[in-house]
């Protein structure tokens, strides 16, 4: 049974003695999520301080040319929030999936880089 707040398959794993070689690893949907829910805030909190405060509108000019719709309307900053999130979550499951992949390599280099 495993101890309380400790997770089941971690608890079992330390009390058979069991070990993988490569323990750790990124969940890809998690690390998207993450990432896009950060970004969205981001623009977000810089939208508001480009309204308000006339801080980074030149930075918010430059990623309307990338998220179609962006602007500092309402609309235009839930549109730029959106393109934020997918932007960044596509980029976090691209990122982990790579890092598991990497993770996995056998080699005994001090860079990680397999040589077979």
């Not at 280099?109 to 077979?116: E, M, P, R, V, Y």
Request: with cysteine; aromatic share 12%; glycine share 10%.
């Amino acid at each position: 049974m495993a101890k309380k707040g400790v997770h089941h398959k971690t608890a079992h794993r330390k009390s058979s003695g069991e070990s993988r070689k490569h323990d750790h690893h990124l969940h890809p949907k998690k690390l998207g999520i993450a990432l896009g829910l950060t970004a969205s805030i981001y623009i977000l909190i810089l939208s508001v301080s480009a309204a308000w405060l006339g801080w980074g509108t030149a930075f918010v000019h430059m990623l309307s040319s990338v998220y179609v719709g962006y602007n500092l309307s309402f609309l235009g900053i839930l549109l730029g929030m959106v393109w934020a999130f997918v932007d960044f979550f596509v980029a976090g499951l691209i990122f982990a999936c790579i890092f598991n992949k990497v993770q996995k390599c056998e080699c005994k280099c001090s860079l990680g880089f397999c040589k077979k």
